[in-house]
C-alpha cells in the first residue's frame, strides 16, 4: 500500500464507484463527547472489555488516557492500558500489546493518540486474527491529532529492520470513531498543526487518486479550504475548541471512509513520506510538509489533463483566482501550500533528519515501484531540492 499504483487510470468525474468501509458503526463529534458516544459504542459493538492503546506521552504527561479509563472504569469495560507504541509503530510494541491483550482477556482495543496507537492497533488486531482465527476483533478510536490514521482500512507498522510495512483488511478499519476537540487541547502544537498538513496532503491526493469517488473530491476541496482557514486559527489560539473541532471534522471529510476497488498510497506525496518517516524517524505529518508542495508542483509538469483540472479546481474553494492555465493554477496550489507550511513553522529539510543523498534514488524508486519509473529522474531531483528551504 505504500507505494504507486502506476495503473492507467482516468479519473473522469462521470463515472466510477463508491462504497463505504464494512466495519464502521459510527462516528461521534462534538467536545466532551467521549463521555456519552464510548459507552454506546461498546453497546453497538456488544464488547465487553477493551485494551486501551495509546502512546507514551499521552499517558504520563496528560489526563487524557486516565479521563477515557475513568469512563471505562464505571461501565466495568476496562481491561488494561498499553502504551509502549512510539513513532510508525515499531513492531517490538505490537508484539507486547497482543500480549496484554490476549492475557487481560480483552475483546475490544480503544485506541487513543495519533496515527501511531490507531495503525500499531490495527497491526495487533490484525495479528490477532492471524494467530487465533475468527473475526478480526474491534478498534474503537479516539484521535487526538490530525493525521486521519482511523478512516483507512491500512495499518503501517516498522519492523526488525526498520522499514515500514503495510498490512491492510477491511475489517482493520475502526468501528467506532469518537471526535471530541476537548481531548487534543494537550496534544503539542507542532505534532497538531502538521498532521493537519498531513491530512491536507489526504485531500490534494484523494484528487488525483485512483478509483476515488466523484462526491469524495467534493468532501475533499471543503476539507482543504478549511485547513487553510482553521490551521492558522488554531496556531494563534491553541485553546479555541470550536477551532480544534473544525479541524478534526475537516481531517474526518480529508479521508472519507470508503472501500476502493483497489489500494494504492494515496500519491507520490504519501509514498514518498513512506519511504522517509520510518527509514530517518521523521515524523508522520512533517513529511508531508516537505514532500506535499513539490509534488504538486512536479503534478503541474507531469498530470493528466484531468487531474490537472481537479487540482485547478481547487483556487476557486480557496478563494484565489485562476491564472489563466491549467498548469498555473496547479503552480499557484503548490506556491498556497508552500506558504501555509512556512507560516505555520512548518518547514523543514532533509539536512534536518541526516537524510543520505546517496540514499535518494532508492527512496524514489521504492515510492514509485520500480526503478523504470520514466518519473524518476524527476522525484530524484525533487528529493534533491528539499535540503534547503523550498522557496516557490
Not at 488486531?125 to 490514521?149: C, D, E, M, R, V
Request: proline share 6%; glycine share 8%; aromatic share 8%.
Amino acid at each position: 500500500m505504500s507505494s504507486l499504483d502506476t495503473t492507467t487510470f482516468d479519473s473522469s468525474p462521470l463515472e466510477g464507484f463508491y462504497s463505504w468501509t464494512d466495519t464502521l458503526k459510527g462516528v461521534y463529534y462534538g467536545s466532551g463527547s467521549t463521555k456519552t458516544a464510548l459507552p454506546k459504542l461498546l453497546n453497538t459493538l456488544g464488547v465487553k472489555k477493551a485494551l486501551i492503546v495509546t502512546g507514551r506521552s499521552l499517558h504520563e504527561k496528560t489526563d487524557v488516557v486516565r479521563n477515557v479509563e475513568a469512563i471505562l472504569k464505571e461501565l466495568d469495560a476496562w481491561g488494561a492500558t498499553f502504551f509502549e507504541i512510539g513513532e510508525h509503530s515499531p513492531i517490538a510494541g505490537i508484539r507486547n500489546g497482543i500480549k496484554q491483550y490476549t492475557d487481560t482477556g480483552c475483546d475490544c482495543i480503544v485506541a487513543v493518540g495519533g496515527g501511531s496507537p490507531i495503525d500499531a492497533s490495527k497491526a495487533i488486531l490484525y495479528n490477532i486474527q492471524k494467530q487465533f482465527g475468527g473475526k478480526t476483533p474491534p478498534q474503537i478510536a479516539i484521535p487526538t491529532t490530525l493525521s486521519a490514521a482511523e478512516y483507512s482500512i491500512g495499518a503501517g507498522f516498522t519492523d526488525d529492520a526498520g522499514q515500514k510495512v503495510a498490512v491492510s483488511s477491511q475489517e482493520l478499519a475502526p468501528a467506532g470513531i469518537i471526535l471530541d476537540a476537548e481531548l487534543t487541547l494537550a496534544t503539542p502544537e507542532r505534532l497538531w498543526l502538521s498532521t493537519g498538513i498531513r491530512a491536507l496532503d489526504h485531500t490534494v491526493e484523494n484528487l488525483y487518486r485512483p478509483y476515488v469517488a466523484h462526491p469524495v473530491k467534493v468532501l475533499c476541496y471543503s476539507a482543504m479550504a478549511d485547513f487553510f482557514k482553521y490551521l492558522p486559527e488554531s496556531k494563534a489560539n491553541p485553546s479555541a475548541v470550536d477551532v480544534r473541532q473544525r479541524l478534526q471534522l475537516a481531517s474526518w471529510m480529508s479521508l472519507w471512509p470508503m472501500k476502493l476497488e483497489k489500494y494504492s498510497a494515496l500519491g507520490l506525496s504519501h509514498a514518498l513520506g513512506h519511504k522517509l518517516g520510518a527509514r530517518y524517524a521523521i515524523p508522520h505529518g512533517i513529511t508531508s510538509c516537505l514532500t506535499l508542495a513539490p509534488t504538486v508542483l512536479l503534478k503541474s509538469e507531469v498530470a493528466s489533463e484531468n487531474d490537472k483540472k481537479a487540482l485547478s479546481a481547487a483556487l476557486f474553494y480557496l478563494h484565489e483566482p485562476p491564472t489563466g492555465s491549467l498548469e498555473g493554477d496547479v503552480r499557484r496550489l503548490a506556491e498556497l501550500i508552500n506558504e501555509l507550511v512556512i507560516n505555520l513553522g512548518l518547514q523543514s529539510t532533509l539536512a534536518q533528519y541526516n537524510v543520505p543523498k546517496e540514499d535518494l534514488t532508492s527512496i524514489a524508486s521504492q515510492a514509485l515501484g520500480t526503478e523504470d519509473d520514466p518519473l524518476l529522474p524527476k522525484v530524484v531531483k525533487l528529493l534533491q531540492g528539499l535540503y534547503s528551504p523550498l522557496e516557490l
